[in-house]
């Protein structure tokens, strides 16, 4: 296959059903509720995916583009959470399908692109990523539309995707989390005799970050190694101002190109800050 100029876009951490986090931008209703207003909070989480949605198809023009939805795509039932505004864990699935089939149109989705799903967290979303995965057309692996990890291979740039990583940190201890993973990572492939990843994509924290890395191999050859943390499409919920009340809370996406030449790019962020 000939290698062509590839736009990365990554989402995660959707917690579809959730009152604090991105919804569909009309009145929705379930089997067992009545109608369902989107609130204040989530009129600003849609200003930002609009926004977003418009800079990724203004970064895409002529360029193909992978979808990565990193996990956590619904809310679901747990921990006795009052903060959803269904009870059914397949109408927040729904929701979740809808909004990136939504996604999908606004970049304007071509002939080629693909997307693609990775597991989140169990107590969060069951199986149901599998289900989401098949609603909107995403890569299977095997039998299944969901990947546990994802490991794809772009104009010969190899990422790792998975949805549980290293956290941001804090002051000064900011970003040695996802530094030392990656060093860490790389000595584990070195010993084994294995090539590792040049990107490494991860979700779960809600605080997005960036860091790289520099290896060097023989030769007198240097590598660099990209760490990448996304941002989350949910506001605080009360659980999380319990814990960390004073953690900044961006929302939002990140889109990253890799060219036809194997060049990796700056991944460039779409975020809102809440509070």
């Known amino acids: 296959m000939e290698n062509v100029d590839t736009l990365h876009v990554m989402m995660s951490d959707l917690h579809s059903g959730s009152d604090t986090a991105l919804t569909v931008d009309r009145v929705w209703r379930g089997q067992k509720t009545s109608d369902i207003y989107p609130t204040s909070a989530q009129k600003k989480i849609r200003t930002q995916f609009e926004k977003t ?45 809808e909004l990136i089939n939504e996604f999908k149109k606004k970049i ?48 010969g740039v190899i990422s790792c995707t998975a949805h549980t990583g290293p956290g941001v940190g804090k002051g000064q201890n900011e970003g040695n989390s996802l530094r030392n993973f990656m060093n860490n990572y790389y000595v584990t492939c070195t010993k084994d005799g294995l090539t590792c990843p040049s990107i490494f994509y991860f979700g779960h924290v809600h605080q997005p970050y960036y860091s790289v890395i520099e290896q060097r191999e023989p030769g007198f050859k240097f590598r660099t190694l990209h760490g990448v943390i996304t941002p989350s499409w949910q506001m605080k919920t009360t659980y999380a101002l319990d814990k ?28 809102m800050e809440t509070p």
């Not at 895409?60 to 864990?89: A, S």
């Not at 990775?118 to 979303?125: K, P, S, Y």
């Not at 960390?244 to 779409?270: C, D, E, K, W, Y």
């Open 53 to 97: 949605a418009e800079e990724v198809k203004v970064n895409r023009k002529g360029i193909k583009v992978r979808l990565i939805l990193n996990g956590d795509l619904l809310e679901g039932c747990h921990h006795g959470n009052t903060q959803i505004f269904t009870q059914d864990e397949l109408e927040m699935a729904e929701i979740s399908a």
């Open 108 to 155: 304007d989705w071509n002939r080629g692109d693909e997307v693609y799903v990775t597991r989140g967290t169990t107590v969060h979303v069951k199986s149901l990523e599998n289900f989401i995965g098949k609603e909107v057309g995403a890569v299977m692996d095997g039998d299944f539309y969901v990947h546990n990890k994802l490991i794809l291979n772009t104009n």
């Open 244 to 271: 960390m009340p004073h953690a900044r809370n961006r929302v939002g996406g990140v889109m990253q190109l890799i060219t036809a030449s194997g060049l990796i790019g700056t991944p460039q962020f779409s975020v």
